[in-house]
């Protein structure tokens, strides 16, 4: 299905770069690496060669200065792949986001260029045991000790958490500030890469999932973890969370691409299917009850698009987006949810099993509604700022 929106000719190369790859390299390959929980390495190497680690990081750094809107729609086209691949570069991008945007001069000229190339892949953690969508509720203490700070909490849901080398971490500096979030800051954790245990940090055996396979999911453990003064991310305490929500915010659009990748999965799997499986005498495509779920599907789709198309555009221009990143992220996902349950009623039996990619598809599309906040939160997002902007 073609695109909502007009592509430039730079748009149409690299999205015809990234079609390829996906059908060439991932699709045939991604039951091997979903159904061992693996990690896939090789493609993963291809999309370093490919330019993706660096998409948003600007040419100065090494990277292909690309903007959110293009962004995402190679999100959708890895997505409609394999989540997990998404996932790989998700956190990574909203880290380099973090980054490019917040960082010292220092820190953009001595991270952003090996970010740019993967050889320095990244994580985003926010979430504890205790504390997820409430993120004002997080206890993960960094305490000021000569020229380091010293960090102690436990961290959870952590995205690459193991083999990133560097960890945006969001720690609680004034445990006595009010509001609460303005004792928070936002620390550049440089760590080992897929080494579990080191000098006050601890990552657990990745948690187990129903989806969302072969990226880990790490838990981190820090007991006394020394960190130095200057890894604070700008150099100024107290904003961090206002850091990470700006973060969140760009997630929200990414998450969003993801879901508009498995749901056009899904509808594509079964236009084809439809065609090819017949009963009474003639294929269901025929059959007027699928037609209908078809052109659900399809609809649906394209109004999910059309939402994430129009968050990424407003975002690029620099202006707020939160309620539009909101109604995307709601959207797409709910759509990539419930376009994943028509495909596997449409394949019927083959839907429920391995041979076909629907199961797998039904197990990822979760992971979307509760990721970067769930989404009943973004419903009262969307209503709050809804009330705000049309107050009496």
């Excluded at 061992?36 to 990277?63: H, N």
Aim: aromatic residues 6%.
């Amino acid at each position: 299905m073609s695109t909502v929106m007009e592509l430039t000719d730079v748009q149409q190369d690299i999205l015809g770069t990234i079609r390829d790859f996906v059908d060439k390299d991932v699709l045939p390959n991604v039951m091997k690496y979903e159904r061992a929980d693996e990690f896939p390495g090789p493609l993963v190497e291809t999309m370093k060669e490919l330019g993706l680690f660096g998409t948003t990081i600007p040419e100065e750094y090494g990277g292909l200065g690309l903007d959110l809107t293009t962004y995402a729609l190679i999100v959708k086209e890895l997505s409609r792949g394999w989540i997990s691949l998404s996932g790989v570069v998700n956190t990574h991008f909203i880290a380099s986001f973090m980054i490019k945007t917040f960082g010292t001069q220092e820190q953009k000229d001595r991270l952003l260029p090996k970010m740019a190339t993967g050889e320095v892949r990244c994580a985003f953690s926010m979430t504890e045991p205790h504390a997820g969508t409430d993120v004002q509720s997080i206890r993960t203490r960094a305490v000021r000790d000569g020229d380091d700070y010293v960090i102690n909490g436990q961290k959870m849901w952590v995205t690459n958490g193991l083999r990133a080398g560097i960890v945006m971490l969001l720690a609680v500096t004034d445990p006595t500030a009010e509001p609460r979030h303005r004792g928070m800051t936002t620390f550049i954790i440089e760590k080992d890469p897929d080494v579990d245990e080191q000098p006050g940090l601890t990552i657990p055996p990745k948690l187990k999932k129903l989806g969302y396979k072969g990226v880990e999911s790490t838990e981190l453990v820090f007991e006394n973890y020394r960190t130095p003064a200057h890894s604070i991310l700008g150099g100024e305490e107290g904003v961090g969370f206002k850091q990470f929500m700006a973060g969140v915010e760009l997630g929200r659009v990414n998450v969003a691409a993801r879901g508009l990748g498995i749901a056009q999965s899904a509808l594509d799997n079964s236009l084809r299917y439809a065609q090819e499986r017949e009963t009474f005498g003639k294929p269901i495509a025929n059959h007027q009850l699928i037609q209908a779920k078809l052109a659900m599907m399809a609809t649906k789709l394209r109004a999910a698009e059309l939402l994430t198309i129009d968050a990424a555009r407003r975002k690029d221009t620099g202006e707020r987006a939160d309620l539009e990143a909101g109604m995307a992220k709601l959207f797409a996902t709910e759509v990539a949810e419930e376009n994943a349950l028509e495909a596997m009623r449409i394949h019927g039996g083959y839907g429920y099993s391995q041979e076909y990619p629907i199961e797998r598809l039904y197990r990822d599309a979760p992971v979307l509604l509760i990721g970067e906040g769930s989404n009943e939160i973004q419903q009262l997002v969307i209503a709050r700022r809804l009330l705000e902007l049309h107050k009496i």
